[in-house]
């Protein structure tokens, strides 16, 4: 099974940028959609944006198209959330999941999960 680690998050102005990462361990990511996740207090585990198995196909959630990017290095395996035009209603604790197959937005179909980085936009 892979291990996650998230980092990158920190606190950032409304319109500004933020990239975080996802290192991952014990096995590649190569075959694995990566997806990032969002959960902000109180609020249920939000899909944020994924990348497929074959890194040819991204997918986002309405709330972030065309602002969010999501990348990976296969060489460094490591996977990335680049976060632009960021806004107060995107401050949450941000999560990297993988999972075998196609992109889902079910959190409930991703097997492997990161501990989670804080992101907070000030308005």
């Known amino acids: 099974q892979v291990q996650l680690v998230e980092s990158g998050g920190g606190l950032v102005q409304a319109g500004g940028s933020l990239t975080l990462s996802c290192a991952a361990s014990g096995r590649t990511f190569n075959g694995l959609v990566v997806a990032w996740f969002r959960q902000a207090p109180g609020e249920q585990r939000e899909f944020v944006g994924a990348?497929?198995?074959?890194?040819?196909?991204?997918y986002y959630a309405d709330s972030v198209k065309g602002r969010f990017i999501v990348s990976e290095d296969v060489a460094k395996n490591t996977a990335f959330l680049q976060m632009n035009s960021l806004k107060p209603e995107d401050t949450a604790v941000y999560f990297c999941?993988?999972?075998?197959?196609?992109?889902?937005?079910?959190?409930?179909?991703?097997?492997?999960w990161g501990q989670g980085t804080q992101v907070t936009v000030s308005s």
């Open positions: 999941s993988t999972r075998r197959g196609i992109i889902n937005t079910a959190a409930s179909a991703y097997d492997s």
């Open positions: 990348i497929s198995s074959n890194a040819l196909t991204t």
